[in-house]
């Protein structure tokens, strides 16, 4: 059975965007049965170019990816999510969404990230810190696809998953 994580951001334009790009690329690597989605809270209906140029770079196909709410991970029909994850700053004063919608209950987690957006330097700054966060992001879901996650206990997973965000 397919594990669907879901990550939002409140634009879902640059880092849940490199999150569902660089989990779907690296479950589809490693032969593990996990879908990975993004979704924001206050979608901006656009991508971040840099975070397009950031995955596509690292050969990820980005065709797919587009900016939308996610108010369609709470319907009916939606798959139902085992994860969801939060990437926004916390520490900047983001406001991260909240997640109550879907069915089932997902386990939560914060994994947090600056923004890349907001890096200093001009476009090759911007570049440089939008790697910086792939990079970041890839190593945390190499160690979420690590787990024996169809049968890892939810309350298990829970403290796993804040172990990686600690790391």
Request: net charge negative.
């Amino acid at each position: 059975m397919t594990t669907h994580v879901l990550i939002l951001c409140t634009h879902n334009s640059a880092r849940s965007v490199l999150s569902e790009g660089m989990l779907n690329h690296l479950a589809a690597q490693l032969g593990k049965d996990v879908k990975a989605h993004s979704a924001g809270s206050a979608p901006s209906g656009r991508l971040n170019p840099f975070a397009i140029e950031a995955l596509s770079r690292t050969g990820i196909d980005t065709s797919a990816c587009r900016s939308k709410s996610w108010d369609e991970f709470t319907t009916p029909d939606a798959p139902p999510l085992s994860i969801v994850i939060t990437v926004c700053d916390s520490a900047a004063a983001e406001t991260c969404p909240v997640f109550f919608g879907g069915h089932g209950h997902p386990v939560k987690v914060h994994w947090g990230y600056p923004d890349p957006s907001n890096a200093e330097g001009g476009d090759e700054g911007k570049r440089r810190a939008f790697e910086l966060t792939r990079q970041a992001i890839g190593y945390r879901m190499l160690q979420l696809l690590a787990l024996p996650l169809a049968t890892m206990p939810r309350d298990e997973l829970q403290a796993t998953l804040e172990r990686i965000a600690n790391s």
